[in-house]
């Protein structure tokens, strides 16, 4: 069975701060991690995936996540935020014969002015 | 990149009616969908799993019955929420997996959700 755990719900921060969102997850087979963002009313968007390869993942809007195996973890960072970056932001992990997504719980970043 | 798209993005009905959601992929063939449920404030709960020309696989816990999913052609699967109650009333999520290519490029693009709320 596959579990994915984000530790945060919420991370208030200040613009041009700053983020990680933090993820773990529990597999006994190789997974493939991803993260997603949600804005209100709407549905997932793909930031960055880790397949193999290079353990520092780099995505869309700045964000780069970090694949450690023996930590089993996949942190989501940005070294500045924009307003524009408050949302829903999921981590994910599939197998990749099943292709099924699971989901953390959702971490809820709020950058403030 | 590859769009997904939904049909309707919100519906209201009443009670004891029966809504049909449809989920696209726009420019890629998808052997396989998936629909998703989200409360509010939740994350999504992987409902069932489409594949075009065989039958849905359903989650532990999803009545198949009442959840209707048909996945008619490489671009068009359909959930049916029949007999709705209020208790149904939650956003709908679809992906479309694009599974064309290596498995580099094997990534689930999601449409942008159906608001159903059954009155």
């Known amino acids: 069975a596959q579990s994915v755990t984000q530790l945060d719900s919420q991370v208030p921060v200040f613009e041009e701060a700053p983020v990680e969102l933090r993820c773990n997850y529990s597999?006994?087979?190789?997974?493939?991690l991803f993260w997603y963002v949600q804005y209100p009313n709407q549905g997932l968007q793909l930031l960055l995936k880790?397949?193999?390869?290079?353990?520092l993942v780099k995505g869309i809007n700045g964000f780069e996540a970090e694949f450690n195996k023996s930590q089993t973890s996949f942190h989501l960072r940005k070294p500045s935020v924009h307003i524009s970056d408050t949302a829903e932001y999921f981590c994910a992990v599939s197998s990749w014969n099943t292709g099924k997504l699971i989901f953390g719980q959702g971490t809820t970043l709020q950058v403030k002015p | 990149g590859a769009v997904v798209s939904q049909h309707p993005s919100w519906v209201i009905c009443k009670s004891g009616t029966s809504v049909k959601i449809e989920c696209r992929s726009l420019d890629f063939q998808a052997t396989t969908m998936f629909w998703y449920r989200q409360f509010p404030k939740q994350s999504l709960m992987l409902m069932a799993t489409?594949?075009?020309?065989?039958?849905?696989?359903?989650e532990q816990g999803v009545e198949k019955d009442k959840f209707l999913i048909n996945h008619a052609s490489l671009t068009l699967s359909t959930l049916t929420v029949t007999s709705a109650h209020p208790e149904d009333s939650s956003f709908y999520i679809c992906s479309a997996r694009d599974s064309g290519g290596p498995p580099s490029t094997d990534t689930q693009y999601f449409g942008p959700g159906t608001r159903l709320t059954v009155l």
């Open positions: 880790y397949l193999s390869g290079s353990t």
């Open positions: 489409s594949n075009e020309g065989s039958k849905a696989t359903y």
């Open positions: 597999s006994s087979v190789s997974v493939y």
